[in-house]
């Protein structure tokens, strides 16, 4: 197979459309591990006992159409508005209403309105989940940790975003905690992913945009040329992925 140039892969990461929450285009060429625990697994056993919920920032809504037996009511919020529409076309046909988000910390929902609040990767103010969350209403999030691909920092000797790396699984169990919650369950874990060519690192850095807050190739063109002969020399670049999972309820 002729292996192809780095100027062809980072023209090619750049030429790509990204919508929704869709990295079907790095497929075999970005390895990412499984935490033990189980989100999918966890909100579906939740929703058995929930008559509302929310999904908040459900992307182009890829996860929320994936579960079967939605509650009668179920709403999705999202706050990137080139996904509202791929979200709307996608979960409308199932009873969904999708409501775009203009302040990621004002959630436009009554006071104590939904049973169950689901949360996977996206910001939430916490003191606005509690307001819509029925007395013994559950809240699930499984979030980024601040250790997320901190190799690929670290290579191209770009700077960390100082708020990530206080973000951390300890601190916000207490903030949980603060907050009134009861805290359920929660776990953390370090996992291994892989890069297997230069085109899906820039294409990662592209779309996670807080990974390097002030990535381009023209800033960081030398030292990507130095990752791309180095996956070419072993076959890929290996960082590790973050993942905490929170459950906690709103004690009646």
């Known amino acids: 197979m002729k292996t192809r140039s780095y100027e062809e892969l980072v023209e090619e990461a750049f030429a790509q459309e990204f919508s929704g929450w869709d990295f079907s285009r ?3 060429r970005y390895f990412e591990s499984e935490p033990f625990w189980n989100y999918r697994q966890i909100a579906l056993e939740r929703m058995r006992l929930a008559s509302s919920m ?5 992307g182009g809504g890829e996860f929320l159409a994936s579960l079967s037996d939605l509650p009668v009511q179920t709403y999705a919020t999202e706050y990137y508005l080139p996904n509202i529409p791929i979200a709307t076309q996608r979960l409308t046909p199932s009873g969904v209403q999708v409501v775009p988000l203009k302040d990621e910390h004002i959630l436009p929902f009554q006071n104590e309105m939904f049973d169950l609040v689901i ?17 013994g209403g559950i809240f699930l999030t499984q979030q980024v940790g601040p250790r997320n691909c901190v190799q690929l920092n670290q290579y191209l000797d770009a700077p960390l975003d100082p708020d990530t790396a206080k973000w951390s699984l300890s601190q916000e169990k207490q903030n949980f905690i603060d907050e009134g919650f009861t805290v359920l369950q929660c776990y953390e874990q370090v996992l291994e992913s892989n890069f297997y060519d230069i085109g899906a690192v820039v294409f990662y850095l592209k779309i996670i945009e807080w990974q390097i807050m002030d990535f381009s190739v023209e800033k960081y063109d030398q030292r990507l040329r130095d990752m791309h002969r180095l996956i ?4 890929a670049f290996y960082a590790t992925e973050h993942r905490f999972l929170i459950e906690a309820k709103k004690p009646h």
Do not use: C
Request: charged share 30%; aromatic share 10%; net charge negative.
């Open 26 to 28: 790095l497929k075999g």
């Open 54 to 58: 929310l999904d908040m920032g459900t």
């Open 119 to 135: 949360n996977r990767h996206e910001f939430y103010e916490l003191s606005e989940v509690w307001r819509i969350l029925k007395p």
């Open 232 to 235: 070419e020399a072993q076959g």
